[in-house]
């Protein structure tokens, strides 16, 4: 099953895509919010190409585990793109995916600027989906 996923904040979304199989995340792109409607199309527009069984949004809890306002937002964010695609949307814990990303890009992230930013939600989106994908495993 292919699953997309999304760290989606207030200033870009990082999209993560999984290979058909389910195995792999991979890192796909990073989209600039514009409007909500306009970022919601754009992720639309990518499950139908890359033919998406499943949504994975990244839900930003607390450290105590509650949501706060930025959960408040993204489970808005998610329930309106549930509306507007075919396709299940589940939410995961994204908690230290953001630290997880840099760690993964390591030095590869230093002396760049805003570029870096896009890799590293996109990385962060891709960890995300694949501790989704490791909790659907049996045994996990």
Not at 24 to 46: G, M, V
Not at 83 to 97: F, G, I, K, Q, T
Not at 105 to 128: F, H, K, T, W, Y
Request: one cysteine or more; a positive charge; charged letters at 30%.
């Amino acid at each position: 099953m292919r699953m997309l996923a999304l760290d989606v904040g207030d200033r870009r979304i990082g999209v993560a895509l999984s290979d058909p199989t389910g195995t792999i995340a991979s890192p796909l792109t990073t989209i600039h919010r514009s409007n909500e409607k306009r970022d919601q199309q754009t992720i639309a527009e990518l499950i139908v190409e890359h033919t998406v069984e499943c949504v994975v949004v990244g839900m930003p809890w607390t450290l105590r585990g509650e949501a706060g306002p930025q959960a408040q937002r993204v489970l808005r964010f998610g329930r309106r793109l549930e509306e507007l695609v075919s396709v299940p949307v589940a939410y995961w814990d994204e908690r230290h995916s953001t630290s997880e990303a840099e760690r993964i890009l390591g030095p590869r992230r230093r002396g760049r600027r805003r570029s870096a930013s896009g890799r590293v939600d996109e990385v962060a989106a891709a960890v995300i989906l694949r501790s989704y994908m490791d909790s659907l495993q049996p045994g996990s």
